[in-house]
């Protein structure tokens, strides 16, 4: 049976709810740790140190949005102790998560550097976390052999935005850089661009001025959100309009939860509106 809802409009987050990146951002988080390690920091990167059970952890906290942050957060952390190692530094999934358990806040930047202390900046001078993020930008989009790592990742939702029914909008940590591959990736090149919010905008999770602005521009108020992390559930809990919907296996107690961004669409959408493409 259907369930039944009064909403207006659908805004969705990206990862993990529009594109599967499990085999994209994760990969590019791992070799940021292990170049930052030996590159940037002169050290023994001995081991693959990230690990799925690493990104269950920190997807968990409200303000680890941002994937190359946890790539940053999680360097600082293992240098902080001062071991040479990767595999002796690297906290492990239940000492990160310990670690995290103990920071409140929304922005991980000014934690971790209380926390664990700055990092020296890289040989060119540019500032450890820049460097960090640099790389993983790189990798992502343009790879170092013309081979940028978001090809790995394949579409969730197979159906026009135009065909969904509601005013569809976006709300994600991708820069429109990356949200662009994205849209492509899904067949959404005539996505308006004033239907999404990115960090391009100045509004990062778990901020709820992004849904805000959203619903100002759809001209709706009862949207239903879906989104996969923390970050997403924080957001939507401070925005307070509307339904949020959980999408995937991280919010494992979410009142509302949903395997695939297109069950929650069939259960949700009335009758005969959510037809995928064969």
């Known amino acids: 049976m259907k369930e039944t809802e009064q909403f207006d409009g659908l805004l969705f987050d990206v990862d993990g709810v529009l594109v599967d990146v499990t085999r994209s951002y994760p990969s590019v988080i791992r070799a940021a740790v292990q170049w930052g390690w030996a590159r940037l920091l002169g050290r023994v990167a001995d081991r693959t140190a990230y690990t799925r059970e690493h990104e269950r952890v920190t997807k968990n906290h409200r303000a680890f949005n941002d994937d190359y942050d946890i790539a940053w957060a999680l360097l600082a952390a293992a240098a902080s102790g001062g071991e ?3 595999s002796r530094a690297f906290p492990s999934p239940r ?4 670690e995290l358990s103990r920071f409140a806040g929304d922005d991980p930047v000014p934690w971790v ?21 640099s790389f993983c930008d790189r990798l992502y989009v343009e790879g170092f052999g013309g081979w940028g790592l978001y090809r790995l990742e394949r579409p969730l939702l197979r159906v ?13 940590g991708r820069p429109w850089r990356e949200l662009r591959l994205a849209l492509s990736l899904l067949g959404w090149e005539d996505f308006p661009p004033d239907h999404a919010v990115t960090p391009d905008d100045g509004i990062l999770k778990p901020s709820p001025e992004g849904l805000g602005e959203l619903c100002r521009r759809l001209g709706i108020r009862r949207p239903l959100y879906f989104g996969d992390a923390e970050s ?5 809990r401070a925005f307070g309009q509307g339904s949020f919907v959980a999408v995937g296996p991280t919010l494992a107690r979410a009142p509302r939860r ?5 069950q929650a669409l069939e259960a949700l959408l009335p009758p005969g509106r959510f037809r995928t493409k064969e």
């Open 113 to 133: 550097r209380e926390r664990f202390g700055d990092l020296p900046p890289g040989g060119d001078g540019t500032p450890f976390r820049d460097a960090v993020r």
């Open 258 to 262: 949903f395997d695939t961004t297109e």
């Open 232 to 236: 997403d559930a924080a957001t939507h």
């Open 160 to 172: 026009s935005w135009r065909d969904l029914g509601y005013p569809v909008g976006i709300y994600t």
């Open 95 to 98: 000492r990160w998560e310990e």
């Open 84 to 86: 040479r190692r990767l």
